[in-house]
């Protein structure tokens, strides 16, 4: 089961409101749980192989059209017409894979689908984000080394 695969799953969960579900396989054990009190989802992976032979899964985008929340009227027209790229999971955002390193992606910088836009760090396991749209970047919504939430919007992309 590849990382694509648990976010569509915490995905499909978060969306059926079950409290809880459990899937176990032969070298992947994992539990999702959804709390009403603290409205957090969390993932446990006790083994899963280096690499293992999966069959393709349909997978939702991550992108979506931006809706804006601004006190201007032209603000928040001119938004929806860029593509929001919301987090797929909740971790720790951050815009360089290590602080020696270069930033993923700029305002202003043209990006293509498959482009890492940035890492988000979940329990220990760092997670690269792809873009699934090509585009120029317009705003990065989220700052370095910030909490995130699941569908928290991080970057507003012009498809245009």
Do not use: H, W
């Amino acid at each position: 089961m590849d990382l694509k695969e648990i976010q569509n799953l915490i995905k499909f969960v978060a969306k059926s409101g079950a409290s809880e579900v459990k899937l176990e396989m032969d070298d992947v054990k994992i539990t999702i749980r959804t709390g009403k009190e603290s409205d957090t989802k969390q993932v446990q992976q006790v083994t899963v192989p280096v690499q293992m032979p999966t069959a393709p899964v349909a997978q939702a985008p991550v992108a979506a059209p931006a809706t804006a929340e601004t006190p201007k009227a032209e603000t928040a027209a001119e938004d929806e017409k860029y593509i929001t790229i919301k987090s797929p999971i909740i971790g720790t955002f951050y815009r360089r894979p290590s602080p020696d390193k270069p930033i993923f992606a700029e305002v202003g910088q043209s990006i293509a689908e498959g482009d890492v836009l940035c890492i988000i760090e979940a329990m220990k396991l760092f997670n690269e984000i792809e873009s699934e749209i090509s585009g120029k970047i317009v705003k990065i919504l989220v700052d370095d080394a910030s909490p995130v939430e699941f569908d928290q919007p991080l970057f507003l992309v012009d498809p245009s």
